[in-house]
């Protein structure tokens, strides 16, 4: 019943910039933290930025100053604004609840940034 749609990954030169939105059902973001997360090919999925529901942010040390997590709890979405990014931002990204509920990752959104 809990559905977590991303969007707006695409490929990108390095420098470039991209912007996800994830939208979910129900209530979700209004009672949790929210995050976004990544996982490259070979490579464990892993927390890129997090925004509680007092507006608390968070982000991985590689994306700082780069991304920008915000929410907007009357439209269930949750937004990554990304910038110069980079190719080691290649990978497919999620939304999901922080700490994530394994049953409600959604199909992603592929970025890929070349070089």
């Known amino acids: 019943q809990v559905q977590l749609v991303e969007s707006g990954g695409g490929l990108v030169q390095a420098g470039g910039s991209l912007r996800l939105s994830c939208v979910a059902s129900g209530r979700m973001f209004s009672i949790n933290a929210m995050g976004w997360y990544r996982q490259a090919p070979g490579k464990q999925r892993e927390l890129v930025a997090r925004?509680?529901?007092?507006?608390?942010?968070a982000y991985a040390a590689s994306v700082k100053g780069r991304f920008t997590i915000s929410r907007d709890n009357a439209k269930n979405t949750v937004l990554l604004q990304m910038n110069s990014l980079k190719p080691e931002d290649t990978a497919v990204y999620y939304c999901?609840?922080?700490?994530?509920?394994?049953?409600?990752w959604g199909q992603g959104t592929q970025v890929t940034v070349s070089s």
């Open positions: 999901n609840t922080y700490p994530v509920t394994p049953t409600y």
């Open positions: 925004i509680n529901t007092g507006g608390c942010l």
